[in-house]
């Protein structure tokens, strides 16, 4: 099997096979006919990709990376899909793991992630997230590869926002990242913020899909609260053609007053029209908070990550037991040998025996 960079001419059938994979999911965990958020765009897709061939296939994007399998006889097989998040250490987000129904497909599954993360490494990419549904089959695969869980996220989606009084917000500036970062590192676990949040440099370009690297530099727009310091913070990304508009919201738990005023003030901030939201499995009083204005939960995704920060080559996995996922906590895929026992070496010269 050969794994190389897409070409132009790989693109009808990289949009073959990726059409097959989204069809089958569809197929197998289909929703109600009038759900307004299409559960392949904002599950199976994982954030990244719209239906069309332009977005599929990133050629233009720098720091966006696509993989394809090819076999002698069959051709190509299967495709991996990435894009590198904003600042450094940098982070590569895989977007898109497709193959075709045959053996050769299956196969394909691994090599291509191997593939991938060795390809990040040499070009000093130590960090490797996906988000996908809980229950999807490629979970096993990533566990198996030695990602951890993250998180797990709720998506919320509402066709109108209602709006009602709340408290001031003002439009956050870049001087205002680190008390934002401690604000992070008050609301957020410490087994969450040790892999996401290490330094202010980590964080920034990677949490929030690296937006608070781009803070001033983009469409979306950032607020703060402060009472004094900063308590509460709020990002509205505008909507597109092709998606609604995204609400993100961390805020100090103390004091369920000032959470519900800085939610409507958030919410008055957003444009009409369809809004999403997506918030983790510890932010559990702003998802019932968002619930109770009206947000229905539409899909709930595990973000796995793997970090690599020695410059090795991956070799394909040792036999291992059946990767175990948790809900709310790190699942690790433990191996099924044992430590080989140790010798105690007390420098003592065992006497040769006599020739």
Not at 272 to 292: A, C, F, N, Q, T
Request: charged share 20%; net charge positive.
């Amino acid at each position: 099997m050969n794994i190389r960079p897409a070409y132009f001419r790989d693109l009808a059938r990289i949009e073959q096979i990726h059409g097959e994979a989204q069809n089958g999911d569809e197929t197998a965990t289909q929703l109600s006919p009038e759900h307004p958020v299409p559960q392949a765009t904002v599950l199976r897709l994982w954030y990244a990709v719209s239906k069309t061939l332009s977005s599929l296939v990133p050629f233009s994007a720098a720091g966006d990376i696509l993989f394809v399998a090819e076999m002698p006889r069959e051709g190509i097989v299967g495709f991996i899909q990435a894009q590198a998040t904003s600042g450094k250490p940098q982070t590569l987000q895989i977007l898109n793991l497709c193959v075709d129904a045959s053996a050769s497909g299956h196969f394909a599954r691994e090599q291509l992630l191997i593939h991938l993360m060795n390809h990040g490494v040499e070009h000093g990419i130590h960090r490797f997230l996906v988000r996908m549904p809980v229950d999807h089959a490629l979970v096993r695969l990533f566990l198996k590869q030695g990602f951890i869980q993250l998180a797990t996220e709720q998506i919320l989606y509402s066709d109108e926002v209602p709006t009602a009084e709340g408290v001031s917000l003002r439009p956050a500036k870049r001087d205002d990242l680190g008390a934002i970062y401690l604000l992070y590192l008050r609301t957020t676990p410490s087994h969450v913020a040790s892999l996401e949040g290490g330094s202010l440099k980590v964080w920034q370009s990677g949490f929030a899909d690296g937006a608070m690297a781009r803070m001033g530099r983009d469409e979306t727009r950032h607020y703060v609260h402060e009472d004094p310091g900063v308590v509460a913070w709020a990002a509205i990304r505008p909507a597109s053609a092709t998606r609604p508009a995204q609400l993100s919201l961390m805020c100090d738990g103390h004091d369920p007053r000032l959470r519900e005023a800085v939610i409507d003030a958030a919410l008055r901030e957003l444009p009409g029209g369809p809004v999403s939201s997506v918030l983790r499995h510890y932010d559990s009083e702003l998802i019932r908070s968002l619930r109770l204005r009206g947000f229905e939960v539409y899909g709930t995704q595990v973000v796995l990550v793997r970090d690599l920060s020695a410059k090795v080559r991956l070799r394909a996995s040792v036999s291992r037991k059946k990767p175990v996922l948790i809900h709310a906590r790190l699942a690790r895929s433990v191996p099924t040998e044992t430590s080989p026992g140790l010798r105690v070496l007390n420098g003592t010269r065992t006497p040769s025996s006599p020739r």
